[in-house]
């Protein structure tokens, strides 16, 4: 069984919380170790999951020394005292997932969550948006570059084109589909039309 060492959890960690947690895991192993019977039983009884010493949204890598072998009830401790000490919501929430405390469903949507808010905190520091603008017009002036991505491109494909050619008849065959878009444009160009107009 792979874990990491005590001296790489020491070199990685500051704090005791979380050291604490990974240090019984190491001495607990090394006790099993010497009775193969024990091993064999808590093997067959435990689920282990890869944890990051230092978290990947923290700077951590995924590199053998920063990963440790935990069971389920373990990785979810090591979130919980990693949440306390930095306050990362990216812990809370795998904490929160780990001890069945959210569904599955709920995890995914508060990372997406999280990871919008991130997002929109980037896109409102002019000095981001300057270098992505900067990073992107090098990237399209590369006419490689430009090649690579005609050449991804679904509509480049002519078996991807064919397929969405059979698709559209397929719903433009539908009435009611056909009278839905009518409506819906309509909608969006009434709407359009009294924005435009000014307000007395």
Same mark, same amino acid.
């Given at each position: 069984?792979?874990?990491?060492?005590?001296?790489?959890?020491?070199?990685?960690?500051?704090?005791?919380? &979380?050291?604490?947690?990974?240090? !019984?895991?190491?001495?607990?192993?090394? $006790?099993?170790? =010497?009775?193969?019977?024990?091993?064999?039983?808590?093997?067959?009884?435990?689920?282990?999951?890869?944890?990051?010493?230092?978290?990947?949204?923290?700077?951590?890598?995924?590199?053998?020394?920063? &990963?440790?072998?935990?069971?389920?009830? =373990?990785?979810?401790?090591?979130? &919980?005292?990693? #949440? =306390?000490?930095?306050?990362?919501?990216?812990?809370?929430? $795998?904490?929160?997932?780990?001890?069945?405390?959210?569904?599955?469903?709920?995890?995914?949507?508060?990372?997406?969550?999280?990871?919008? !808010?991130?997002?929109?905190?980037? #896109?409102?520091?002019?000095?981001?948006?300057?270098?992505?603008? =900067?990073?992107?017009?090098?990237?399209?002036?590369?006419?490689?570059?430009?090649?690579?991505?005609?050449?991804?491109?679904?509509?480049?494909?002519?078996?991807?084109?064919?397929?969405?050619?059979? #698709?559209?008849?397929?719903?433009?065959?539908?009435?009611?589909?056909?009278?839905?878009?009518?409506?819906?444009? !309509?909608?969006?160009?009434?709407? !359009?039309?009294?924005?435009?107009?000014?307000?007395?």
């Amino acid at each position: 069984m792979m874990v990491a060492s005590e001296g790489a959890a020491r070199r990685r960690l500051s704090g005791g919380g &979380l050291l604490e947690c990974i240090n !019984k895991i190491v001495l607990h192993e090394t $006790a099993i170790s =010497e009775d193969s019977n024990t091993t064999r039983e808590y093997q067959l009884m435990s689920i282990y999951h890869i944890h990051h010493i230092v978290p990947r949204h923290m700077g951590g890598t995924d590199d053998p020394s920063n &990963l440790i072998e935990l069971t389920v009830e =373990e990785h979810a401790d090591a979130h &919980l005292r990693l #949440w =306390e000490e930095y306050g990362s919501e990216y812990d809370l929430i $795998a904490y929160l997932g780990l001890s069945k405390m959210i569904e599955h469903i709920e995890v995914l949507d508060r990372i997406a969550s999280e990871s919008g !808010k991130k997002t929109s905190k980037l #896109w409102a520091d002019p000095e981001f948006r300057k270098k992505h603008s =900067e990073g992107m017009k090098k990237l399209w002036s590369d006419p490689a570059y430009r090649k690579r991505q005609s050449e991804r491109s679904y509509y480049n494909n002519p078996s991807y084109r064919e397929k969405q050619k059979e #698709w559209n008849k397929k719903l433009w065959a539908d009435p009611e589909l056909r009278k839905k878009h009518s409506d819906a444009v !309509k909608r969006g160009m009434a709407a !359009k039309k009294s924005s435009s107009q000014p307000s007395d």
